[in-house]
C-alpha cells in the first residue's frame, strides 16, 4: 500500500484528525473511533508497514515500548479490570488497515467483549516438526 493512501500514515502526517495520547519519534498513539470500551488505544509506528515483518526491528520495538508505557498508564488512570493487547496480522488475521497496529483494550468487568478460542490437541511429532520449522 502506498503511505500517501494508508489511513493511519496520513492520521501520523496530520492530513486527517485523531485524538492522539502519545507520540515520540518512532511510534504515535491515539484513541480508536469506534472503541471496544473506554479508553481503547491504538499504538503504531510512524513509519509504514502492513504487517509486523515489514516492520524494522527499531521500529518494532519501539511500537512494544510504547504499548508497555500505555498499558501502565491505562491501568493506573482508568483502573480497569483487565487489559486485552491484540494485534491483527493479514487479512485472515482481521487486519482492516493495512498499517501495524497494536490495540491497547481496557476491559471492564460484562463489558460485551468476547475474545475466545476453540482450542485443538498438538501430537508430540507434530510438535517436534514444528519446533524444527520455527527454530
Known amino acids: 500500500m502506498d503511505p500517501e493512501e494508508c489511513l493511519f500514515c496520513r492520521i501520523v502526517r496530520g492530513d486527517?484528525?485523531?485524538?492522539?495520547?502519545y507520540e515520540d519519534e518512532y511510534t504515535?498513539?491515539?484513541?480508536?473511533?469506534?472503541?471496544?470500551?473506554?479508553?481503547?488505544?491504538?499504538?503504531i509506528p510512524k513509519n509504514h508497514a502492513?504487517?509486523?515483518?515489514?516492520?524494522?526491528?527499531?521500529?518494532?520495538?519501539?511500537?512494544?515500548r510504547t504499548v508497555r508505557r500505555l498499558?501502565?498508564?491505562?491501568?493506573?488512570?482508568?483502573?480497569?479490570d483487565g487489559i486485552n493487547l491484540l494485534q491483527n496480522n493479514g487479512k485472515a488475521a482481521?487486519?482492516?488497515?493495512?498499517?501495524?497496529?497494536?490495540?491497547?483494550?481496557?476491559?471492564?468487568?460484562?463489558?460485551?467483549f468476547e475474545f475466545t478460542f476453540n482450542p485443538g490437541t498438538l501430537s508430540d511429532d507434530e510438535a517436534a516438526e514444528l519446533r524444527n520449522t520455527l527454530q
Open 94 to 112: 482481521g487486519q482492516e488497515v493495512k498499517h501495524v497496529h497494536v490495540h491497547i483494550i481496557p476491559r471492564y468487568g460484562q463489558d460485551g
Open 28 to 43: 504515535y498513539a491515539f484513541l480508536d473511533i469506534n472503541p471496544v470500551s473506554r479508553g481503547h488505544t491504538l499504538v
Open 16 to 21: 486527517l484528525p485523531s485524538h492522539m495520547v
Open 71 to 80: 498499558t501502565e498508564t491505562v491501568e493506573n488512570s482508568l483502573q480497569p
Open 50 to 64: 502492513e504487517t509486523l515483518d515489514e516492520m524494522t526491528e527499531e521500529d518494532a520495538a519501539a511500537v512494544f
